[in-house]
């Protein structure tokens, strides 16, 4: 069901940044619901006015965030343009307090392969980590430039900041992921967000749901917060913190018990089914009521809009997952569909639907040696303990969004590990580095955009050159590649393709 949203008059054998006024076509790459297609004038290599979204995309339709339109300002605001190593520091200071000097390229690749190669010899693979995560969610940009560090063997983090744990519960259930698509929305009868903001963190999903209401769909809230989505709502459920896996298991009751399940889906369908209706047989309406702090008289009013209204689709917001036991309230709310006779009547993410295979795109896939695993909960603690000696940072702000922030920042500052920071920005953690390597940001590369919420692949062409000196991240890391095991050769050959397209 995958579309293409590559315009057929934009190919790469043209150069956009060269022409003299020109409309080109790309896509948004921030790790967001939307995936936005996005257009922008151009003339003589540079970017004419804020951005636009494309009208003829099928979900976006030509609307653009707040952010998006002013990303012809964010471009080139507080860019890292040439790289720069740390200078020399006085003993007793911290290593942030010591003085930037700007390098040649060369001089920082050969800098950073050295320092890897040492690390790598004396303390061993284990002892050096790659931090990334989805500041710019593109296939290339986030899946291939892992390849270097999937042949290295380094250690690496388990990716869990995000959606692992409401992921984990799906695939537990379902197999994979994904759900409704948004265009089925307007089909729908009866929409449950269930802790999903609509109206701030998917301002698409939130058109869908509004004019799916307008066609005579009810909406509901289920959320412990009063969420801007709440006044768009027709009725607002509010649990207590933590206590959506009871309230979805009290629903599930009342439909069991009160014989409003579809029998014949579920055997079908399904199994583990009675193992199901005895663990909900444990959460009759008033230990629910107590729990939750929702009446009963609420309770049965959603559980008989649910069961009397369908189709149906229960939205499940990402925020549901982020707390002690999310994964199981993830669970238990996605069952509910199942219980009325709707396959996979639930929205979390669709990723999943589309079958890219990261793996081989990463290299990880080509590789037999098992690389250490490191917790990102738990990477404050390694850091300030000393354990890595060298750590490479990209697309992410580590300093800022990993747990346990402090200690993460003690750790990055220990003067027995060497960081190497790979951005577009001088952001918090760049603060904190040894070295640092510009990169292009996702207006000044080519790369692919798959999609989380909508079916529609998209190509996010390169608008204008990169800035300053930076170079896109596959770049980076192919040149210390070769640095580490050429000492300089073999990149010379490639140096010269600087123009934020990879060869």
Known sequence: ???????????????????????????????????????????????????????????????????????????????????????????????????????????????????????IEQHGVDSVLQVDFAGNASLLTSGFTARLWNVLGIAETDYTLCTASGATALRYH????????????????????????????????????????????????????KTESVAGCDLWIQPRPNTDFALAMGIANFLITNNKVDNDFIAKYTSGYEEYRTEAEKWPLD???????????????????YMDTRPSVIMIGIGLQKARFGGEAVRAVSLLPVLTGQH??????????????????????QVTKKRRLVS?????????????????????????????????????????????????????????????????????KDDLNVPWTHPYLQMGWRVVPPFAESRDEIWG?????????TQGAARDCTATRCDGRTA
């Open 1 to 119: 069901r995958i579309a293409k949203m590559c315009s057929s008059e934009q190919r790469r054998d043209e150069d956009p940044a060269v022409s003299l006024r020109r409309t080109v076509k790309t896509a948004c790459a921030r790790d967001c619901y939307d995936t936005c297609g996005m257009q922008f004038e151009v003339e003589d290599g540079a970017i004419c006015g804020a951005a636009r979204g494309l009208p003829d995309h099928p979900f976006t339709k030509g609307f653009l965030c707040a952010r998006g339109m002013k990303d012809h300002e964010n471009r080139v605001t507080n860019r890292v343009g040439f790289p720069h190593v740390r200078g020399a520091s006085v003993p007793a200071l911290a290593k942030c307090k010591a003085p930037w000097l700007r390098v040649t390229w060369d001089t920082a690749l050969d800098t950073v392969a050295g320092k890897l190669k040492e690390v």
């Open 174 to 225: 379902f197999g994979s992921t994904y759900g409704v698509q948004p265009e089925e929305i307007l089909g729908e009868k009866l929409i449950v967000l269930w802790a999903f903001n609509a109206c701030v963190s998917s301002a698409h999903f939130w058109r869908c749901v509004q004019d799916a209401k307008r066609a005579g769909a009810r909406v509901v809230c289920v959320d412990c917060r």
């Open 287 to 305: 230990r629910v009521s107590r729990l939750t702090g929702v009446s009963e008289a609420m309770i049965i009013t959603l559980a008989q809009m």
């Open 344 to 365: 996979r009547g639930h929205f979390f993410s669709n990723g999943s639907a589309y079958n890219v295979d990261t793996d081989y795109i990463s290299g990880r896939s």
């Open 376 to 444: 990102m909960v738990d990477l404050g603690r390694l850091l300030a303990q000393g354990e890595f000696k060298f750590v490479y940072i990209f697309n992410m702000n580590a300093a800022v969004t990993l747990p346990n922030s402090l200690a993460v920042r003690e750790g990055l500052l220990r003067k027995d590990v060497f960081v190497v920071v790979n951005d577009t920005h001088w952001t918090e953690t760049v603060a904190h580095a040894d070295a640092v390597l510009p990169a292009a940001s996702f207006l000044e």
């Open 477 to 485: 890391s192919r040149s210390i590649l070769m640095t580490r095991y």
